[in-house]
């Protein structure tokens, strides 16, 4: 089993920055991906970004040029930084990770935080 825990999001204005943290604790596999979706209710669940454990990121189009996920495998840890926020990323984020386990993967899904991006 892997737990996530999640911490950020919130409110803010269109243009702010929030940054969202991801902490991951349990059977953690040697090689694994982890990072972000985002859903808001009525449309699919959208890559926000992840990186994997050997640190190659991986960004949805929407999101390009504005965030920046990184990690600290020490702490398995993904942090997102969101810069210049519109209102359309308003929505619920869930950390998202993957790990492989031998021959087999596993997913696992943080609670998910709310981020609005509202004047």
């Keep these: 089993q892997v737990q996530l825990v999640e ?5 803010v204005q269109p ?6 943290s991801c902490a991951a604790s349990g059977n953690i596999a040697s090689i694994y991906v982890m990072g972000w ?3 808001v209710p009525g449309k699919q669940r ?4 992840h990186i994997t454990s050997a640190g190659m990121p991986n960004y ?5 040029g504005r965030f ?4 600290d495998n020490a702490k398995n840890t993904v942090l997102l930084q969101m810069n210049s926020l519109k209102p359309e990323d308003t929505a619920v984020y869930s950390c998202w990770y993957r790990g492989s386990y031998g021959p087999y993967s596993q997913d696992y899904w943080g609670q998910g935080t709310q981020v609005t991006v509202s004047s």
């Design 37 to 39: 979706y985002r859903q």
């Design 15 to 20: 243009g702010g920055s929030l940054r969202l």
């Design 7 to 11: 911490s950020g999001g919130g409110l």
């Design 68 to 71: 920046t996920i990184s990690r």
């Design 46 to 49: 959208e890559l926000v970004a």
């Design 60 to 64: 949805g189009d929407s999101v390009k």
